[in-house]
């Protein structure tokens, strides 16, 4: 099996979960969408793009191996927005045309937003059938990105490069491996916890399997499906 795999590092990341009220929680590593998002943003492509967005996050598993998960930092946020009704008939296409209003027409609302310190992440990235781009095209653009790349959200960019890598691997655990070998990270944290969709060959028991809530289903209206996720915890003779 071929697997293209990357690194993410960065001395701070949020990787989003479903958000309820003013709270904006924090996963200890990333959502299936927002890997085919940050794939997409390499690629170039814009939001606008529907049909190719859908075609990324369908076309590509995604396995995830945790060497570090990082500490959460909880931020209280605070942002000023106008009203609708203020917005009316106006132009606000960037943050600027939004502030350009008067304060009376100004609301602060408030909210609690989760953030990962010292997050350190091995990414592996299958191919489907219907896989819009080969993997070799991905290490590419991921090695030199149309858009530049972050760690879920703008403000906490990777603190070392992604350095992707395409593997020839039996199984998800053994293409993590390879690469420590192949990218001379020998010296590297080991990976001491994976995760994985269906579809993919861990090389190891799933000691729990969770629902997440991340499978695209259009991204213009935010809406997303369930799937199945698998989850290993390795001692130090697997990782």
């Known amino acids: 099996m071929e697997y293209l795999v990357f690194q993410l590092q960065g001395a701070m990341a949020s990787w989003g979960e479903a958000a309820v009220g003013e709270y904006r929680g924090s996963h200890e590593y990333p959502t299936a969408s927002a890997l085919a998002g940050l794939i997409a943003a390499a690629l170039g492509l814009r939001r606008d793009q529907e049909a190719e967005l859908r075609a990324v996050n369908a076309g590509y598993l995604f396995g995830i191996g945790i060497r570090q998960s990082g500490a959460l930092l909880r931020d209280y946020h605070t942002a000023q927005v106008p009203g609708r009704v203020a917005l009316k008939g106006r ?105 994985w969709p269906d579809g993919m060959t861990a090389g190891v028991a799933a000691d729990l399997s969770v629902t997440r809530k991340d499978r695209l289903i259009h991204r213009g209206a935010w809406q997303f499906g369930d799937r199945k996720e698998h989850l290993a915890l390795l001692n130090a003779r697997e990782a």
């Open 91 to 195: 132009r606000h296409v960037t943050r600027k045309d939004e502030l350009s209003l008067t304060r009376a027409d100004l609301n602060t609302i408030l909210s609690t937003r989760d953030y990962r310190q010292g997050v350190d992440l091995l990414v592996a990235v299958q191919a489907q059938a219907d896989a819009p781009h080969p993997l070799a095209d991905l290490q590419q653009a991921i090695a030199q990105p149309a858009f530049v790349l972050y760690l879920g959200r703008k403000s906490c960019p990777p603190s070392a490069p992604l350095n992707p890598r395409v593997i020839q691997a039996h199984a998800l655990l053994d293409a993590f491996t390879a690469y420590r070998v192949d990218a001379d990270q020998a010296a590297a944290q080991p990976v001491i916890k994976l995760a």
